[in-house]
């Protein structure tokens, strides 16, 4: 093992990968990056430049061979359970899990951050905000001062949460979603593409339209 070198493992090795791995390779802090997906495959070499070094059994062996970062690059639209459990089988292995943040994201030094978050290219965490782990705040979403962000939630490209938005545990916010300013989300709910969100959601609903109104 190189003592002292910075080597990380991306878990899942789809779309999301994709965007997690750019944004690695822009903010250039690590010696190495590898792919550890659910099947073996030699002929992924991520934009030619990340190989797959293994399967989920293999991480044991990878953390002996040095590689001491980890990141769950599954990504999720609506159910969290599979990034819960690989998220959860990197911390039992004793990984470090860092965030990553592209270089052109905007983050505010006064909000804080749980691990394992990602936030995506010109996306916007404004100050006063909490953002729990394995949260995805992705490409050009605009989370406004003072939201709460719960863990595994995803923030998709466009959505803006405006200031002091409470956002529970594995909700989805679509892509382009607006959120009033000081409403909750409650946890697991689903907000869906466009949506204009003007009044409090509740627990695992799915809502959707402009007023955003429940699915029946
Ligand atoms: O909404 C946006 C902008 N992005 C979405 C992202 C957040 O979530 C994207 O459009 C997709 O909807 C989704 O991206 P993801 O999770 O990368 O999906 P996909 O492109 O289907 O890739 C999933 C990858 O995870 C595949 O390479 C699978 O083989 C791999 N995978 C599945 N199960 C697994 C496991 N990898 C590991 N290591 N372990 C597993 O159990």
Known sequence: ML??????????????????????????????????????????????????????????????????????TVGSVGNTDLRRKLFSGIASLGFRIPNIADPSAVVSENSTFGKGIFIGKNTIVNAGSVIGDAAILNTSSVIEHDCQIGAFVHVSPGAVLCGGVRVGDDAHIGARAVVKQYLTIGDKSIVGMGSVVIRDIGSDVTVVGCPAKPVV
Request: proline share 3%.
């Open 3 to 72: 003592t002292g070198s910075r080597k990380i493992l991306l878990i899942g090795g789809g779309g999301h990968c994709r965007s997690v791995a750019d944004a690695l390779i822009r903010s250039d802090q690590y010696d190495a990056i590898g792919i550890v997906d659910k099947h073996a495959d030699d002929s992924e070499k991520m934009f030619g430049k990340i190989p797959v070094v293994g399967v989920d059994d293999d991480l044991p062996i990878l953390k002996k061979d040095g590689w001491n970062f980890a990141f769950v």
